[in-house]
């Protein structure tokens, strides 16, 4: 893509249920986090998007949270983050896209209608990928702190606070990251899309 319009880029994470927090972030260019925030509806987070300043200069990433009610027996236990031994591939991936949830869809549509660049991410695959992954229990405080430390050490993102984030505004961050790398990258070789739901193509880092 290569777009030196582009001068901030806003990572959203969506809460899996309607007690889950939502999370967004923004980073600038020089890779300094210069907004976090939480929501705890769908109509919360549309108002704080609504109140950001710079989104028609900016790359939008919402993150694709996983439907665990609708997950088989198999997904249950593959979605728990253990490094598990698979010794045959597994060639029927139909079920793979039903992992995720519809949450965020609406939210996606409204911001495309209203012309902003905006791209679904899957935050899990995404720590996957960059080898950040915790193995902590998931939002446990450890799981958190190690996630922090590597955002900050590996993706050298600055300023970010001292005290410890809530796991959906780090999920945020990594879809900041992600439009940043859409914004400064090449199709294919930097970032491609690997996965749709929905008729929604879904946006990961290489």
Known sequence: MKNNNIHNFIGISIGKGASDDSGIAVIDSKDELIRIDKAYS????????????????????????EYYEMLNGKWRIESKHYKCFNLEPDDNLSDWKYRYSDRGTGLYKDLLDKNYRVYRYDSDYTKTILNIHSYMKDRSPAGCKFLQLNIKEKLGIKNLPSNMMPISVLDAILGAYTAKIIA???????????????????VSIK
């Open 42 to 65: 769908i109509d919360e987070l549309k108002l704080i998007i609504d109140n950001l300043s710079g989104k028609s200069n900016s790359i939008i990433c919402i993150d694709m949270p």
């Open 184 to 202: 400064s990258g090449t199709k294919d070789e930097d970032y491609h899309f690997n996965a749709e739901h929905k008729d929604i193509q879904i």
